[in-house]
């Protein structure tokens, strides 16, 4: 029996004062400040406000630069705004200088840096060449520069509307309607004016049809046509009378309808399909129809079409070998045309004779009837490009055959829970399959052979629902003889290997192999036979306990003085899977050793997270030295029970491994259930004490928490305050690994 008097004396610490220090400042001296602390601005300059805090009297600004200007450059004490002109830059290379202002005997310099000026340059991002129709117009031209410019145009019929500008800025050109037949072209020159040289020239070419200019566009100006071919329609846009004509040799393409238009039309043409490999190409002319001596506006589109492709011809299998029983077989055709298939030999038969494309026919060899071997083919032919394919076919002679004899040895195999794997021998003069009657109890490889031989059974580990018999079946191919092999296995046992967990830095303990229980009829105490099991408020078993309550579990306290003694379950006897551990032997963990287990051992947050196991949710801890069985995997430090899910197959696995898991068995308040299989409440043997503001202290008991989806800790910490003593909480025992 424990006593509490260990927990009393934190109690006695709770009581301070504080003084105020009568020879402190009663504030802080203040000083000559300015906002912001420097100044950086580009090579254009620009104008800055600071805000100037003066405390302690009258203050004064001066600057050692010319291109720096302030004001004012002095002022009463208190708070006041100073204006930082800076002047553009004209230098190729950053300039630094500094404002100084002073109060009385304080002094404090702004920095202020000004950038390198820019390069010079000038473009023109508008189009570089212009046409205009006969009627002329108004065009706007964007010039992006960092330099003054000028503008400048060699035609008087093509005037711009400012001579000189700086900066990114827009011109207007205006063009005169034209009064020749001729097409004029005029040049806008775009230069630096001044300084800058270095940016260059830029030129925009206007043409300005001529009275009588023609337009003659077409849509599409390229047709690209496919292997077989097609019809195509070309849109003509015009002011003109037109006509259109083949330029080339163009047997392939036949205009159809009217040649000729007269404005805005269409005309229309076929492309015959492919004949050959030979891509053919050709032009279409659309020219103006004139009447005079001026040269006519022509225009064209570009024609082509694509050869046939290659034939492309594959099968596979390019053999069948059957046996004397025939079967059925499939053969896949890869071809990009169609396709014919021809037979030679009348003991197979196909389920097509012909396709497009890719396909897959069946070849139905007959059983043979006569003890001679038959040899075909199959050939299969590509309607284009003389391509074939052969699949050549064998069937074996029938074979007469004696009365099937098969024996087995063993006949019966008996496997521990871990389960094994054992060979059977198979006397034959005939084919034979295995099958085994339930794959969870046991697997057979290989599933068959010819004559004697063997197959291994590998019988798999027990699990809590599994059954423990089983049965296989050796059968002849003809169906006439079957020996059967019963399998038995043990029943399941846990597979927990105790592994240590750090709990300090000095000390590893190991984890009982199952929450504590108490059955309330015989007043036995026991662990749970698997990790995973939750009981709830099972009639007469009692899994969720009162703070300190083995000496009476099933006891619901309120307040800690109703317990005179606190029973941390060591000095009982517990049983589990037969054997039963003598008083003393396990132990109910401390808070700090639950927090040094969580947080601090060495790589504490990789050795832990959330699952779900047989259907159960909880908390997974590794030990120390974990090693992860092959196949499996564990996500680590997460909330989500869904991050990993494992059947009890699986977490035999872990266990083996040494892998601990709390289930979620909620809480018990009084005689009813809390949050049963959603989060998980495990004691410690600790108490924390908290002031009740009123000279007192409250006795509160520690415990560690895990629930899903938390924002914080991961989804698990230690805990005080939140329930009381007198909750039911789940219990998981430790023993000494060293000392």
């Known amino acids: 029996m424990k006593k509490l008097l260990f927990f009393l004396l934190p109690a006695l610490l709770l009581f301070a004062a504080g003084c105020k220090d009568k020879n402190l400042p009663e504030e802080l001296p203040q000083t000559l400040s300015v906002n912001p602390e420097l100044i950086t601005c580009p090579d254009a300059g620009g104008d800055y406000t600071l805000t100037l805090t003066s405390p302690n009297g009258a203050w004064s600004a001066t600057t050692n630069e010319s291109w720096i200007r302030v004001t004012p450059t002095s002022g009463e004490k208190g708070t006041a705004e100073v204006r930082i002109k800076i002047s553009p830059n004209k230098e190729s290379a950053e300039t630094k200088g500094e404002v100084t202002f002073t109060s009385g005997n304080e002094t404090l310099q702004l920095p202020v840096t000004r950038a390198a000026k820019a390069a010079p340059y000038l473009r023109i991002v508008s189009d570089l060449e212009l046409n205009t129709p006969k009627e002329g117009g108004s065009y706007t031209l964007r010039i992006e520069s960092n330099i003054k410019w000028s503008a400048s ?31 004029t072209t005029a040049t806008i020159t775009i230069a630096p004016y001044g300084e800058g040289e270095a940016a260059g020239k830029q030129e925009v070419i206007i043409t300005r049809g001529s ?58 043409f076929s492309i015959e399909e492919a004949t050959s490999m ?119 002679a029938y074979v007469k055959q004696d009365p099937a004899n098969l024996k087995i040895y063993p006949d019966q195999l008996s496997a521990p829970a871990e389960g094994g794997e054992y060979v059977v021998y198979v006397t034959a003069n005939c084919g034979w399959t295995v099958n085994s009657y339930d794959s969870r109890v046991a697997t057979v490889e290989p599933a068959g052979g010819t004559g004697s031989g063997s ?76 990790q995973y099991e939750v009981f709830g408020l099972a009639a007469g078993v009692w899994e969720l306990f009162g703070f300190g309550s083995g000496n009476d579990p099933t006891a619901t306290i309120v307040h800690f003085n109703e317990m005179e003694d606190l029973d941390f379950w060591d000095s009982h ?57 092959g196949n499996m995997t564990f996500t680590a430090n997460t909330n989500d029970y869904s991050a990993n899910i ?94």
């Open 573 to 629: 006897p517990i049983t589990y899977q037969g054997n039963t551990y003598p008083a003393g032997t396990w132990h109910l963990p401390t808070g700090e050793q639950w927090a040094y287990l969580l947080y601090s051992r060495t790589n504490a947050s990789q050795l832990r997270g959330a699952a779900c196991v047989n259907g159960v949710n909880g908390f997974v801890l590794l030990p120390d030295n974990w090693q992860l069985p």
């Open 278 to 396: 030979d891509a053919v190409s050709g032009i279409l002319t659309i020219e103006e129809d004139r009447s005079d001596n001026y040269k006519p506006v022509v225009t064209q589109v570009a024609v082509s079409r694509k050869g046939k492709a290659a034939a492309d011809l594959t099968v596979a299998p390019i053999a069948i070998n059957a046996s004397a029983e025939g079967g059925n077989f499939p053969v896949a055709i890869k071809s990009n045309y169609p396709w014919t298939a021809t037979t030679s030999g009348n003991f197979f038969s196909l389920s097509s004779t012909s396709g497009d494309g890719y396909s897959t026919i069946v070849v139905s060899v007959n059983p043979a009837t006569e003890e001679k071997e038959e040899t075909g083919y199959i050939l299969i032919n590509s309607s284009f490009g003389g391509e074939q394919a052969r699949i050549d076919i064998h069937r074996d």
């Open 153 to 183: 145009s060699n035609a008087g019929w093509a005037k711009v509307n400012k001579g000189v500008s700086v900066n990114n800025d827009n011109i207007t050109v205006t063009v005169n309607p034209a009064t020749t037949p001729e097409e």
């Open 646 to 739: 494992y059947s009890d197959v699986d977490w035999i696995k872990m266990e083996a491994n040494g892998a601990i898991f709390l289930p979620a068995s909620g809480y018990r308040y009084e005689y009813a259930l809390g949050e049963t299989h959603t989060d998980g409440y495990y004691w410690s043997m600790t108490i924390d004490t908290r002031s009740t503001g009123y000279s007192s202290v409250e006795l509160l008991p520690r415990y560690f928490h895990f629930y899903y989806n938390s924002a914080t800790d991961n989804g698990a910490k230690m805990e005080s305050g939140g329930h009381n003593f007198h909750f039911g909480h789940a219990v998981r025992l430790m023993k000494k690994a060293n000392d």
């Open 211 to 268: 009275t009588e200019a023609t337009s003659l566009s077409v849509d599409p100006t390229e047709i690209k046509a496919p292997e077989n071919g097609g019809s195509f329609t070309v849109n003509v846009s015009s002011n003109a009378k037109w006509r259109v004509y083949k330029t080339w040799d163009m047997s392939w393409l036949t205009l159809s309808g009217s040649q000729d238009g007269d404005g805005n039309g269409s005309f229309s």
């Open 455 to 530: 197959f291994t059974v590998t019988v798999l580990p027990s699990t809590p629902q599994a059954v423990l018999r089983s049965y296989i079946a050796v059968t002849s191919e003809d169906g006439s003889v079957t020996q059967t092999i019963t399998v038995k296995r043990e029943k399941f046992k846990t597979r927990l290997a105790q592994k240590p967990f750090s709990v300090s830095s000095s000390r590893t303990m190991y984890f009982a192999p199952g929450n504590l229980l108490y059955t309330q009829s015989t007043g036995s105490w026991s662990f749970a036979e698997y």
